[in-house]
């Protein structure tokens, strides 16, 4: 969901500083790719590891709760491309999932203000994996995969924005495709299958995508639309 359907990985971004100063005061700005895709209690973790927080982990989840409802009700957008790619897995008959290492009050903020519900057979968020287990663990989309009723990932892609999320869908036995969405350069996605720079790649026709294309990365960058057609025809 985070940086994929809409844009609140830039959002947290440019919020979350004076939060993370107030509980650990020796946050440092250039830390803030390595929490990218992390789970809200695994943050927590993360800041008593690296910066001896000593807050409470109550009143932490409480602010960071707060800031969530601020910035999934009023300040993040919807990713662009992401109606049209939602349309033709529905004409394809592809069913898609969410696998987010969010809370699930936090994705149902997303869903209901964008009116999303009816775009995902099967949701898999942080309250349903045991703590510690969301992303770069595997088990949100091992869970995702079952609630899609699949024994495995073998003819899925998973999109991600996150070292952390294109760690887990690989785990998990998925293709996965990075995408750059303009605020993740920091983000290693090699362990991707390829890159993508908008969600409309993967809808364009496969000329407009090769002609788009960087040079050198034509090939790479213009088959991801020709396997959600080969996929659809198959009924997968």
Known sequence: ??????????????????????????????????????????????????????????????????????IYKRRVRLAPGFRELSAQLRRLRLPAALASSSPRGWVELVLRRFGLRSCFRAIACADDVPAGRTKPAPDLYRLALRRLGLSNGRDCLAVEDSTLGARAAKAAGLACAGLRNGSNDSQDLSACDFEI????????????????APAGRRRRRASPQAGLERRGRRGA
Do not use: N
């Not at 609140?8 to 929490?35: K, M, N, T, V």
């Not at 720079?197 to 788009?212: G, M, Q, V, Y």
């Open 197 to 212: 720079r908008s969600l409309r790649e993967l809808t364009a026709p496969k000329e407009t995508a090769a002609a788009s």
């Open 1 to 70: 969901m985070d940086g994929v359907v809409v844009d609140s990985e830039l959002q947290w971004q440019l919020a979350e500083g004076a939060l993370l100063r107030r509980h650990a005061p020796r946050w440092r700005e250039q830390d803030h790719h390595l929490i990218v895709g992390l789970g809200v209690e695994d943050l927590y973790h993360f800041l008593v590891r690296k910066y001896s927080l000593t807050s409470d982990k109550a009143a932490f989840l409480k602010d960071c709760h707060q800031l969530a409802e601020l």
